[in-house]
């Protein structure tokens, strides 16, 4: 069982691309969250989503957008990139909405230069 | 808003003692769950412990146990007997029942000295 599958691992990326982050999760889980974590300041949520066809803001959702057209997957896009928007992103579901345990992919490091 | 505040950035303790971290959590909702995870350096999030804010006893798995004090909004987490395998960055969490809003503090970094 993969679990959480995240993509890509690392990238670099110009400031003023676009780019989305892949999320796939093969537990059926209902929620699905975006975090990003940043040294000194935790996981911040960015987007969660507690079933499909769902998606509410979290604490920093600003230059961020979020679609759950299915269960399985919860990709994140960033419109247009901007340098202060590199960090480590980790995707995560879990069963039911946030009264169960959380099960991360391996987080996706984003360096816009 | 809720919000989680762990006001350790930082902490050490000596193998086999006990060391407690702390957690403060501001929310006017009363259904809510809380929750400790721990990210050793492989990055990977591991759950230490989850409370239901409903349940007055407090929550233990093993060496690991919480003060939950409901009133005071404050949730920490002893490590009793720590082991080297216990350093690592521990996150205190809050997942509201309402919203299925999932939000966690700045972290606190556990070193462990032989």
């Known amino acids: 069982i993969a679990g959480i599958t995240q993509a890509p691992t690392s990238q670099i990326l110009a400031a003023g691309r676009r780019m989305t982050l892949r999320c796939t999760q093969d537990m059926r889980h209902n929620a699905m969250y975006w975090y990003r974590q940043d040294l000194g300041l935790g996981l911040r949520l960015i987007h969660y989503s507690n079933t499909a066809g769902t998606t509410g803001k979290g604490e920093v959702p600003d230059g961020y957008s979020v679609s759950r057209a299915n269960t399985d997957d919860f990709p994140l896009t960033l419109a247009s990139a901007v340098p202060s928007q590199t960090s480590v992103y980790f995707c995560?579901?879990?069963?039911?909405?946030?009264?169960?345990?959380?099960?991360f992919g391996e987080g996706s490091r984003l360096t816009v230069l | 808003a809720q919000t989680v505040t762990q006001s350790q950035p930082e902490m050490s303790v000596q193998e086999a003692e006990t060391v407690t971290l702390s957690c403060t959590y501001d929310t006017s909702e009363s259904d809510y769950y809380l929750f400790w995870y721990k990210q050793p350096p492989s990055r990977q999030m591991i759950l230490v412990i989850r409370q239901e804010a409903y349940k007055q006893q407090n929550a233990t798995e093993n060496r690991f146990s919480v003060n939950f004090q409901k009133a005071a909004k404050s949730f920490s987490l002893k490590i009793s007997d720590s082991q080297l395998g216990d350093a690592a960055m521990y996150f205190c969490?809050?997942?509201?029942?309402?919203?299925?809003?999932?939000?966690f503090g700045q972290g606190t970094t556990l070193q462990v000295k032989p």
């Open positions: 995560a579901s879990s069963e039911n909405r946030a009264t169960g345990e959380l099960f």
């Open positions: 969490a809050y997942g509201s029942s309402n919203t299925g809003k999932l939000i």
